[in-house]
């Protein structure tokens, strides 16, 4: 269920380094965050543990890798929007960060 602006509001304060953001190409609102990992191995590694959550919660980001850059954007297509799912994998993608 599409989330209301004042529940997205509330939900940004759950994460970490992400911002709201439209997507250009497809005018929806989106979870966006961004990341410069010490090497292309560090990307792909990173990118990997993306796409693991990704499979396990049946939601899938757009993921952006340039070298060492990744971009992940998050939305839920069929809502044309943000819902709870797109926080939670956001959410899951956090705790990555923090574990080595
Ligand atoms: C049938 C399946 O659950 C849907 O196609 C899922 C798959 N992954 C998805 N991922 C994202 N980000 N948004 C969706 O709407 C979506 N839909």
């Known amino acids: ?3 209301q602006p004042t529940d997205v509001q509330l939900a940004m304060t759950s994460l970490t380094g ?3 953001d439209t997507h250009a190409q497809h005018h929806t609102p989106c979870l966006s965050k961004s990341w410069a990992l ?6 792909v590694t990173r990118f990997n543990q993306i796409a693991q959550l990704a499979q396990a919660q049946d939601h899938h980001p757009e993921v952006l890798s340039s070298y060492t850059q990744l971009q992940v954007r998050i939305w839920t297509h069929d809502a044309a929007g943000l819902t709870h799912k ?3 994998l956001a959410q899951a993608i956090d705790q990555l960060s923090t574990t080595p």
């Open 1 to 3: 269920m599409k989330l």
């Open 18 to 20: 992400w911002t709201l």
């Open 38 to 43: 010490p090497s292309f191995e560090a990307a």
């Open 86 to 88: 797109d926080f939670t």
